[in-house]
């Protein structure tokens, strides 16, 4: 269901959702679908990463591991 509003975008905001307007559908009527799906999109972006929070799992490394991974890390910058 759609809902009607009216919005106020910085300058920059508003000229990328022209383009890609007139890029996509050939016009600049379709502003409102192009925010709709960049909307949707950062929405679904935002999920996941929750979810990818919420089922994180946490490994405990000892001092020596730490030590190791910070020595193979260095090594790597270096070359």
Known sequence: MLKRTTITLERDLYDD???ESVEKYGDTKHISVVLNERLKEKKKDHSKLLE???????????????????SELSGRFEN
Not at 55 to 65: D, G, I, Q, S
């Open 17 to 19: 959702l022209v383009r």
């Open 52 to 70: 990818m929070a919420r089922n994180r799992k946490t490994h405990h490394l000892t001092e020596k591991e730490i030590e190791d991974s910070r």
